[in-house]
């Protein structure tokens, strides 16, 4: 079955360091990348995406993703966090084998001043 | 702007008594989906529309129906709530299946 894997649930960062968000997923066929964010008591918003082309996207807050297809992987990345970016960060990924949109557990980014 | 639209925010209802969540779109995508979200939890696909199409989950229980009666909107229907059922409820749209999803504000539903 296929699956999507945020290992970490809990990520906690002083204010100004770079942080990294882990996601990896099990496909062996083309897939589409996502992070969402969500926010306490909010919908999830859509942080970044990757569908094709350059492996390397980015968001228009810092944040940026590299899809690596040999390792599976599409790992969230920001050089320098916020307050602000304390929030749950889910990674799913949309497999035509399943034709629907799975998600990971997601990961709490808590930041610390 | 576009966007996702759910109402109520917060809904209460009492142990066994029917409700129904709103949702409406201004994106005029075809495909709107219902999801469950718990404490901590990723969210759960109930079911979705594509177009007039239902697509249910096959672990979605039959507690759970929902109507489509135009583009804009869909509804969620609960009925007979157990405190199981308490929980997140996201409504989310895409132009076609493989495409990005976007999300409502959520309504947060309460048994008691």
């Known amino acids: 079955a296929q699956s999507v894997t945020q290992l970490d649930s809990q990520v906690p960062v002083f204010e100004e360091a770079p942080v990294e968000l882990r996601c990896n997923y099990s496909s062996s066929v083309s897939v589409y990348l996502f992070w969402y964010v969500q926010y306490p008591n909010q919908g999830l918003q859509l942080l970044l995406k990757?569908?094709?082309?350059?492996?390397l996207v980015e968001s228009i807050n810092g944040f940026e993703a590299e899809f690596n297809k040999s390792q599976t992987s599409f790992h969230l990345r920001k050089p320098s966090v916020h307050i602000s970016d304390t929030a749950e960060y889910f990674c799913?990924?949309?497999?035509?084998?399943?034709?629907?949109?799975?998600f990971g557990s997601g990961t709490r980014l808590l930041v610390r001043p | 702007d576009a966007m996702v639209i759910q109402n109520p925010r917060y809904q209460v209802t009492q142990f066994g008594k029917p409700v129904t969540l709103s949702c409406s779109q201004t994106l005029n995508h075809n495909v709107m989906y219902w999801y469950q979200q718990k404490s901590s939890q990723a969210p759960k696909l109930l079911f979705h529309?594509?177009?007039?199409?239902?697509?249910n989950e096959a672990d979605t229980p039959d507690n759970f129906q929902s109507r489509r009666p135009n583009t804009s909107f869909c509804f969620l229907d609960i009925r007979s709530p157990g405190l199981g059922d308490a929980a997140m409820y996201l409504c989310a749209t895409s132009r076609v299946s493989s495409e990005t999803q976007y999300f409502g504000p959520g309504t947060r539903l309460l048994v008691l």
């Open positions: 990757y569908l094709s082309g350059s492996t």
């Open positions: 529309y594509y177009d007039k199409d239902f697509n």
């Open positions: 799913a990924v949309w497999m035509d084998s399943s034709y629907k949109l799975i």
